[in-house]
């Protein structure tokens, strides 16, 4: 056997893996093609590139996302200690400055001795798990020499969804006689306030994590009509029956009817104008997505119209006539495997115990959920070596369990199911509290947290 693991894919997973594995001593040979070669949607040279939005989602305890964040943080993740330590302004979510959380992640991984990082595309996967353990974390754009291979392996003809991301741009562009900042609820007007106290508390009140632009009915009615009329890119048919539905781009959502954004990404709830002191007809929101709060993402956003039209549609929203975008959205190939079917609870492949997968090529969907993949694969990937290579008595199988998010995820993906589909982090796939079912959901959700936690410490302890 060889004496390191080969990680393919410096993504998140990639990322994270390298380094769990690493901080156990063992040596890592990480490949990323990046920079001789670059996917459609990525643009940084860096390792752990973030290429959608740039929210690792709420960090409350009472949000399955922000459960799974403090798993993790107990557990010693690298990706999510930075994460934290690049976090830009986002009300109760954590988000970061992309450009320098990529920036801090490759450094770290370039400083340790046992970290060797090989920039080339691999091909034969094959080849690399004769006599070595290898962990495939090449993400939801895995080129299409490899993705072959992987079919090949898995026997598996179904490697593909769709989705989009949303663009950005700049505050300085932003119109401010219409648009104003605060988090959903914290704007909404008391009823003991007055108008003119509510205007002035919204004046005199400090940048807040979003930037809100209300619409009255007629803006937002014409707003929808030329965005379902828009050009769009053109996609084969099997595309457009493969869009995931978590990450559906605007303008398709808007054709299923005129109501539909507004109960969507475009939901006034929870905010009033503060120009009439009532609620909006309905609201876009713009989120922070850089530490000097220059640039920003439009919220829901994801699409896949041409550039020109983006522009032009976009354009029409309240406050941003004359917004420059930095960035426009575009429409990418995504990546998964039939996980259920292919993999244990460990990410191991069930008919190769060499081969890992990690990230959202195993139907993992989300920034915090590829890193968890990432560090359970890596976790397992260690025991395997620990046992093949030096004699190692240990646990067989480094399983988590299905109380915690991350084993519920890890389940998740392994347990058989015909009409699998990528998953984010929710609630739902946490087995239900024990006793009379609590009606409080918020207090429910935060019994699930603290049966999680205790699991999770029990699990570390022993």
Not at 177 to 186: K, V
Request: charge should be neutral.
């Amino acid at each position: 056997m060889k004496n390191y693991i080969t990680i393919i894919g410096g993504g998140l997973a990639g990322s994270e893996a390298a380094y769990q594995i690493a901080k156990r001593g063992i040596k890592v040979k990480l490949y990323e093609m990046k920079p001789k070669k670059f996917s459609p949607a990525h643009k940084n040279k860096n390792l752990a590139e973030i290429v959608c939005s740039n929210s690792f989602k709420s960090n409350l305890l009472t949000n399955a996302c922000g459960l799974l964040k403090e798993e993790l943080r107990k557990l010693g993740s690298l990706l999510i200690k930075i994460a934290d330590e690049t976090a830009v302004p986002a009300g109760q979510a954590l988000a970061v400055d992309r450009d320098i959380f990529s920036e801090k992640v490759t450094e770290y991984i370039k400083q340790n001795p046992l970290i060797e990082i090989i920039n080339e595309e691999i091909t034969d996967l094959t080849q690399i798990a004769k006599n070595g353990i290898v962990i495939v974390a090449t993400g939801p754009l895995t080129s299409e020499s490899l993705a072959k291979q992987i079919q090949e392996i898995t026997g598996e003809d179904k490697l593909y969804f769709y989705d989009a991301a949303a663009p950005i741009v700049t505050k300085e562009t932003i119109d401010f006689n219409i648009a104003f900042y605060g988090d959903r609820y914290s704007q909404e007007k008391k009823k003991d306030e007055t108008l003119e106290i509510w205007k002035k508390r919204i004046e005199e009140q400090e940048e807040k994590s979003y930037i809100n632009l209300p619409m009255n009915q007629e803006e937002y009615e014409n707003f929808v009509k030329e965005l379902v009329n828009a050009e769009v890119v053109t996609l084969h048919e099997f595309e457009k029956k493969e869009i995931f539905e978590g990450c559906m781009p605007i303008e398709i959502m808007a054709k299923r009817g005129i109501d539909t954004l507004r109960f969507g990404p475009l939901k006034p709830v929870g905010f009033d104008d503060p120009r009439t002191g009532k609620r909006p007809y309905a609201l876009v929101q713009l989120r922070q997505d850089d530490k000097q709060a220059s640039i920003y993402n439009l919220v829901g956003f994801q699409t896949n119209l041409k550039f020109g039209e983006q522009k032009r549609v976009f354009s029409m929203i309240p406050g941003l006539e004359n917004a420059e975008f930095v960035k426009y959205g575009v429409m990418h190939r995504n990546t998964y495997i039939n996980s259920t079917k292919l993999l244990d609870e460990t990410y191991n492949l069930r008919s190769n115990d060499n081969i890992y997968f990690a990230g959202q090529i195993t139907g993992v969907e989300g920034y915090v959920e590829s890193i968890s993949s990432g560090l359970v694969a890596g976790l397992n990937a260690v025991n395997e070596y620990n046992k093949k290579n030096l004699g190692k008595t240990c646990r067989d199988k480094v399983v988590f369990s299905e109380y915690t998010v991350i084993g519920a995820l890890a389940k998740y993906i392994s347990t058989p199911n015909e009409k699998f589909q990528p998953m984010n982090a929710n609630f739902g796939i946490l087995p239900e509290l024990g006793g009379n079912r609590i009606k409080d959901k918020k207090q429910r959700y935060m019994n699930l947290a603290k049966r999680s936690l205790e699991n999770l410490e029990f699990f570390i302890t022993e």
